[in-house]
């Protein structure tokens, strides 16, 4: 497997940096998965100074030439050899099973540079296969909506964040979440709220770690979603970012649970924009905005010290 500071400038590695609702992305196109995508690769493409700078990266793949190449040791649940496969890192070199936004914007890429030539197909994932709908699209902009599969709401738990507590639903989407709906948060005390000092969670509860949403209740809404709410996200591997989807889709689902709902259409703002997460009876959808932001190639020895 090549190392990126193996690479001539003739070999150099392509990039696309994209984002979805402000959750950005490095996106790696390695169709047969030659590139070593080491912890340090990830952190230094992911280092705002350093690098090109994201929340994560997402490595473009098929599914079968990872199982090849060892990366992943099995085809997940409905992922065939020849889907593209999300190959998804978080901004410390962690692996999450899921990332929403990240579907977005690697089905935008995936139609946009001609890898699928459909509005409709499939993206595998370490969580599955999650099925894609793009609404619209062209090189620059797309709308997309993205079939999350099962939201399995788990119990209470709670969260330290600065000197407040908050209790919340855990959530799994895959990924693992604790959504808090707050009483009485306003979006203005939302926006105030300090998580410059991380978000606590108990570790006998989730020895891998957690994702936390801290939203507010939902309000009843006369337009084309039942109800709005505003949401801030500390993601595990990265830190706060301006937006999560698979948190978008766990913090509806548990502000719809704690009303006593099963189901419902919730628009989220969110402070990298907003989406609309439409609970059903058996799985979420989440469709909202991607951006293709640049492309490029990276200099041999950028990542030196
Ligand atoms: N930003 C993502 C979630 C990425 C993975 C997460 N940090 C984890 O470790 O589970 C999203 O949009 O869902």
Same mark, same amino acid.
């Given at each position: 497997m090549r190392k990126i500071t193996d690479m +001539?400038?003739?070999?150099?590695?392509?990039f &696309?940096?994209? #984002?979805?609702? /402000?959750? *950005?992305?490095?996106?790696?196109?390695?169709?047969?998965?030659?590139?070593? $995508? +080491?912890? =340090?690769l990830v952190r230094a493409l992911c280092d705002r100074q350093r690098g090109i700078g994201a929340d994560g990266v997402l490595r473009v793949a098929t599914a079968?030439?990872?199982? =090849?190449?060892?990366?992943? *040791?099995? $085809?997940? /649940?409905? &992922?065939a050899p020849t889907d593209w496969f999300m190959d998804y890192r978080n901004g410390d070199g962690s692996i %999450?099973?899921?990332?929403?936004?990240? @579907?977005?914007?690697? %089905? #935008?890429?995936?139609? %946009?540079?001609?890898? @699928? =030539?459909? *509005?409709t197909f499939s993206v595998g994932s370490r969580a599955g296969s999650r099925s894609v709908a793009i609404h619209s699209f062209d090189q620059v902009t797309a709308d997309v909506s993205v079939a999350m599969g099962r939201v399995r709401l788990d119990g209470p738990s709670a969260?330290?964040? %600065?000197?407040?507590?908050?209790?919340? /639903?855990?959530? *799994?989407?895959?990924?693992? #979440?604790?959504?808090c709906v707050v009483d009485g948060l306003t979006p203005e005390a939302l926006a105030a709220l300090d998580l410059t000092t991380g978000a606590h969670l108990d570790a006998d509860v989730f020895p891998n770690g957690a994702n936390v949403e801290i939203l507010t209740p939902l309000r009843p809404a006369d337009s084309d979603v039942d109800f709005t709410a505003h949401m801030r996200v500390f993601e595990r591997g990265v830190g /706060? +970012?301006?937006?999560?989807? +698979?948190? $978008? @889709?766990?913090?509806?689902?548990?502000? $719809?649970h704690g009303i006593g709902r099963d189901n419902g259409v919730v628009g989220i703002t969110i402070p990298g924009g907003s989406v609309v997460v439409t609970v059903g009876d058996d799985a979420a959808v989440l469709r909202g905005p991607s951006r293709l932001v640049a492309h490029g190639a990276l200099n041999a020895g950028w990542d030196l010290r």
């Open positions: +001539t400038a003739a070999t150099a590695l392509s &696309v940096k994209g #984002h979805g609702t /402000e959750n *950005d992305f490095v996106v790696i196109p390695d169709p047969n998965v030659q590139v070593d $995508l +080491t912890v =340090d079968g030439a990872l199982v =090849d190449a060892g990366v992943l *040791d099995a $085809l997940p /649940e409905g &992922v %999450a099973e899921m990332c929403g936004n990240g @579907v977005r914007v690697f %089905a #935008h890429y995936c139609r %946009a540079a001609g890898l @699928v =030539d459909t *509005d969260v330290g964040i %600065a000197r407040g507590r908050y209790i919340g /639903e855990r959530v *799994d989407v895959g990924n693992p #979440h604790l959504a /706060e +970012t301006r937006s999560c989807g +698979t948190g $978008l @889709v766990a913090a509806a689902s548990a502000a $719809l």
